[in-house]
């Protein structure tokens, strides 16, 4: 099982940029799709963007479309989420997952590992 280990958040400006990273060990991530997700205390997790295994396609949340880029690096087992043009709203834990087969899936149930989260707060 691949571990990862979230990075990168923080406090942020409405209207400003958080860029979060996703560094994956013990497997590599290269054959697999990745995703992002959020999740605010008391509610459920919500899908952020998900990315194929090579980055030919991408799915992004109706929520964040325009503004979140997710990409990876697979030389460095890595994916980003690059967050622009924040809102109060994208505050919450976001949380890196894996998964076992080769789609930009926005199921929870197809990512099998999981990272520990980075916070995010927007607020001025």
């Known amino acids: 099982q691949v571990q990862l280990v979230e990075s990168g958040g923080g406090l942020g400006e409405p209207g400003g940029s958080l860029r979060l990273s996703c560094a994956a060990s013990g497997r590599t991530i290269s054959r697999f799709g990745m995703g992002w997700f959020r999740q605010i205390p008391g509610k459920d997790r919500e899908f952020v963007a998900g990315i194929t295994p090579r980055g030919t396609n991408r799915n992004y949340a109706d929520s964040v479309e325009g503004r979140f880029t997710i990409s990876r690096d697979n030389a460095k087992n890595t994916v980003y989420l690059q967050m622009n043009s924040l809102k109060p709203e994208d505050t919450a834990a976001y949380f890196c997952?894996?998964?076992?087969?080769?789609?930009?899936?926005?199921?929870?149930?197809?990512?099998?590992?999981w990272g520990q989260g980075t916070q995010v707060t927007v607020s001025v």
């Open positions: 997952a894996s998964s076992r087969a080769a789609w930009a899936y926005s199921s929870e149930s197809r990512y099998d590992s």
